[in-house]
């Protein structure tokens, strides 16, 4: 009898499991999404930022050394946050949470870069920028998927910092695979490859559209 109370104890666990899984899953969705709306703020000081350097109107700014200064009040917020949640967080949940905050900053990320205007000198400090923010996104766990969830951000960033546009065929290629050009393995279609071109102050339009892609 003790046997089969044993088992049947544990039928009823394992039926429960997928829901246990469930829930476990929007708690830790609800204290992603509570996190990324804290640290929203410092990251929406990039829409303040110039990539416009060394172009007309934008006063002359040269590139640093440094990353732009809202990559360091993110940073800091980010530390702030994550170490008030290691404490009371299993090892696995800081992961997840990790991983879902850097999937929310890369979104908010592309949104604003698309909102803006580049120079190629400009490109150069926002791939500086993002390289910075996964880092340090990557670094707050032990196991993140920083630098996939800023893959398309990344590849963008490639696409600002080439010479001309015609260089676009030295990197990108519709084929997934390996044997794309440059090694990567393209998140952005055509159209989105164009419409990050687009955003090079300097690049024409006219051969943007000629590109064969």
Same mark, same amino acid.
């Given at each position: 009898?003790?046997?089969?109370? !044993?088992?049947? &104890? =544990? +039928?009823?666990? $394992?039926?429960?499991?997928? *829901? #246990?899984?469930?829930?476990?899953?929007?708690?830790? /969705?609800?204290?992603?999404?509570?996190?990324?709306?804290?640290?929203?703020?410092?990251?929406?000081?990039?829409?303040?930022?110039?990539?416009?350097?060394?172009?007309?109107?934008?006063?002359?700014?040269?590139?640093?050394?440094?990353?732009?200064?809202?990559?360091?009040?993110?940073?800091?917020?980010?530390?702030?946050?994550?170490?008030?949640?290691?404490?009371?967080?299993?090892?696995?949940?800081?992961?997840?949470?990790? !991983?879902?905050? &850097? =999937? +929310?900053?890369? $979104?908010?990320?592309?949104? *604003? #870069?698309?909102?803006?205007?580049?120079?190629?000198? /400009?490109?150069?400090?926002?791939?500086?920028?993002?390289?910075?923010?996964?880092?340090?996104?990557?670094?707050?766990?032990?196991?993140?998927?920083?630098?996939?969830?800023?893959?398309?951000?990344?590849?963008?960033?490639?696409?600002?910092?080439?010479?001309?546009?015609?260089?676009?065929?030295?990197?990108?290629?519709?084929?997934?695979?390996?044997?794309?050009?440059?090694?990567?393995?393209?998140?952005?279609?055509?159209?989105?490859?164009?419409?990050?071109?687009?955003?090079?102050?300097?690049?024409?339009?006219?051969?943007?559209?000629?590109?064969?892609?």
């Amino acid at each position: 009898e003790a046997l089969a109370d !044993a088992r049947e &104890a =544990r +039928a009823e666990l $394992e039926g429960a499991r997928p *829901a #246990l899984k469930a829930a476990h899953a929007q708690a830790v /969705g609800q204290l992603c999404a509570s996190l990324a709306q804290r640290l929203r703020p410092k990251l929406d000081l990039i829409g303040g930022t110039p990539y416009d350097l060394g172009g007309e109107g934008s006063g002359g700014e040269a590139l640093g050394d440094a990353p732009s200064p809202f990559v360091g009040a993110f940073c800091e917020a980010l530390d702030a946050q994550m170490g008030a949640l290691r404490p009371v967080l299993s090892e696995g949940n800081v992961d997840a949470v990790a !991983a879902g905050v &850097a =999937r +929310a900053c890369a $979104e908010r990320v592309e949104g *604003a #870069l698309m909102q803006k205007r580049f120079t190629q000198l /400009g490109a150069l400090q926002l791939d500086r920028d993002v390289r910075a923010l996964v880092a340090h996104l990557a670094s707050a766990s032990a196991n993140s998927l920083a630098r996939p969830a800023f893959a398309r951000v990344s590849q963008a960033c490639v696409l600002l910092c080439l010479s001309s546009e015609a260089e676009v065929h030295d990197y990108w290629a519709p084929a997934q695979g390996e044997g794309a050009p440059g090694g990567i393995r393209w998140k952005l279609s055509a159209a989105q490859v164009r419409r990050v071109l687009a955003l090079r102050a300097d690049f024409r339009q006219e051969a943007i559209d000629a590109l064969r892609l």
